[in-house]
């Protein structure tokens, strides 16, 4: 039986293909799915088995749509549950991305919001297709990006992009993203899971300890960036991290929420 929500993972040669999956749901993330997302990228690290590089995409012409809020009400709303599915599920999903040895190649197709956006922004190459759309309008939710999550994306789009997303739910093209530096290329929607596998192929010829160590010499320069100063707990921090979560029970939040799963507007 095929799960209506999972990850998808299969090896072609010295390639392994990572498909979210969420049918009908334009592959949003499921608490179950980045467990999942974490132990297949746990696995590379210690896969002996010549793999050379790793295709990261959707399912069905999307990449995801962010979160899948239908989950959210069973335990956003309290702080030790919300600081469990964003400390120890989702950032543990994406820390395991950042340290793949492997090159990652991000295959971008229609919705790429939220989560879409950090798991590609964990990725070394991303191309996208012409009528991709990048955001993360949680501000319309009610509640915030978590610091890390936020530092990662930031890092990786840039400071404007990631103020308008965040602060407006501002929502861009794939071109506003090319020209960001985001993205490598913007193709027609019918070329990009051929251009993808093309792209990985190119890196899957190359001398794999040289990728290995240049993804090394990466991870040292990431370890000056913002995003590290959050991951040492560093005093200026670490009250940051320790009053992130206090929003879970905030009328903001229930609101928003609220408002999504009832298709109607939020009352701010």
């Known amino acids: 039986m095929t799960l209506a929500s999972r990850i998808d993972l299969h090896r072609e040669g010295a390639i392994a293909f990572v498909t979210l999956a969420n049918a009908g749901r334009l592959n949003a993330m499921t608490r179950a799915m980045w467990r999942e997302l974490r132990a297949v990228f746990d696995g590379f690290r210690t896969d002996d088995a010549g793999l050379r590089c790793v295709v990261v995409r959707g399912e069905g012409g999307a990449f995801c749509a962010g979160g899948d809020i239908s989950e959210y009400p069973s335990f956003r709303f309290e702080e030790p549950s919300l600081r469990e599915f964003h400390e120890n599920e989702v950032w543990a999903a994406l820390q395991a991305?950042?340290?793949?040895?492997?090159?990652?190649?991000?295959?971008?197709?229609?919705?790429?919001?939220?989560a879409g956006v950090e798991m590609a922004s964990c990725c070394d190459i991303r191309l996208a297709g012409a009528s991709a759309r990048f955001g993360a309008p949680i501000a319309r939710l009610g509640f915030p990006m978590a610091p890390r999550e936020a530092a990662l994306v930031h890092g990786a789009i840039g400071d404007v992009l990631a103020r308008d997303m965040l602060l407006a739910a501002g929502v861009h093209g794939a071109q506003r993203l090319y020209d960001a530096g985001f993205l490598l290329k913007v193709l027609p929607d019918d070329e990009v899971p051929a251009a993808a596998q093309a792209h990985a192929e190119?890196?899957?010829?190359?001398?794999?300890?040289?990728?290995?160590?240049?993804?090394?010499?990466?991870?040292?320069?990431?370890?000056?960036?913002?995003?590290?100063?959050?991951?040492?707990?560093?005093?200026?921090?670490?009250?940051?991290?320790?009053?992130?979560?206090?929003?879970?029970?905030?009328?903001?939040?229930?609101?928003?929420?609220?408002?999504?799963?009832?298709?109607?507007?939020?009352?701010?």
Not at 97 to 114: F, K, R, S, T, W
């Open 97 to 114: 991305m950042l340290d793949c040895p492997l090159p990652l190649v991000a295959q971008i197709e229609g919705a790429c919001m939220g």
């Open 202 to 268: 190119r890196v899957a010829v190359l001398a794999p300890q040289t990728a290995r160590l240049h993804k090394k010499t990466f991870a040292a320069l990431a370890a000056l960036s913002p995003l590290a100063a959050l991951n040492a707990g560093s005093p200026a921090s670490h009250g940051l991290l320790a009053t992130a979560y206090d929003y879970a029970d905030s009328a903001e939040h229930r609101e928003g929420i609220a408002a999504f799963l009832a298709k109607r507007t939020p009352n701010f």
